[in-house]
């Protein structure tokens, strides 16, 4: 018997893919994803189990730090989420649950959310859902992700559009999971770099066989090209 693997258990990225493809700053996906150590004080990995000392990057583990990204700027040291993020893995048996639709997408999903939040005392600021009268909402962070994520077949997150574009994206099956024209092995960065060294637009346009909308939102993504 064949087994699948799950896509999101692909390898694909180095830690410093990561920080640029994120915007985050040099040497932050390895502290989120694998853990750090500060004077002298071990800080546990917030998206692996345990530290494995690895600077290759799962698709999974890619998925999982864009989510937690969203909330980088909220002031508050978001290790805390560390004991909901493990509770999530063992509730809804999988290694990746910020990656996968189950959480967030039905209403089963955003209630046992609701409740693991809860016991695990989770700062308000750092919550995945909210409930809002009757209702349990996704908070604006996981709204800002699912903006962006996209899924098939499987719960598990596919791909992710660029910056609102349509025609740009990241897919792990794809230019090494690098920025590309949607469907296809053309990689962003051959088209920034032809425009860079003076082909025209209609050039390139026949070379590679994109149109105006492709040129204009792979200048949108140029800056992590």
């Given at each position: ?12 990225y180095?830690?410093g ?34 530290t494995?000392?690895s ?38 048996e ?11 997408l ?38 800002r ?8 077949e ?12 349509h ?19 053309l ?31 792979v200048l ?6």
């Amino acid at each position: 018997m064949v087994r699948v693997t799950s896509l999101l258990h692909r390898e694909v990225y180095v830690m410093g893919q990561v920080d640029r493809l994120l915007g985050l700053g040099v040497g932050t996906a390895r502290r989120w994803i694998d853990g750090y150590e500060r004077r002298g004080r071990r800080y546990e990995p917030l998206v692996r189990e345990a530290t494995t000392g690895s600077e290759v990057v799962t698709w999974g583990e890619f998925v999982e730090t864009r989510l937690i990204a969203e909330y980088r700027s909220r002031g508050v040291g978001i290790i805390r989420m560390r004991p909901a993020i493990m509770a999530l893995r063992r509730e809804f048996e999988t290694d990746y649950p910020l990656a996968t639709a189950r959480p967030f997408l039905s209403e089963d999903g955003r209630d046992l959310v609701l409740r693991i939040q809860d016991e695990m005392v989770l700062s308000p600021s750092l919550r995945f859902v909210l409930r809002t009268n009757q209702n349990v909402l996704l908070s604006m962070e996981v709204q800002r992700f699912q903006q962006d994520a996209e899924y098939e077949e499987t719960d598990e997150v596919r791909r992710f559009g660029l910056f609102g574009t349509h025609n740009v994206v990241l897919d792990p099956e794809y230019g090494f999971g690098e920025p590309t024209i949607r469907g296809r092995r053309l990689r962003v960065s051959a088209i920034v770099e032809a425009i860079a060294a003076g082909e025209t637009r209609d050039d390139i346009k026949a070379t590679w066989d994109i149109s105006e909308s492709d040129i204009a939102d792979v200048l949108r993504c140029s800056r992590i090209a």
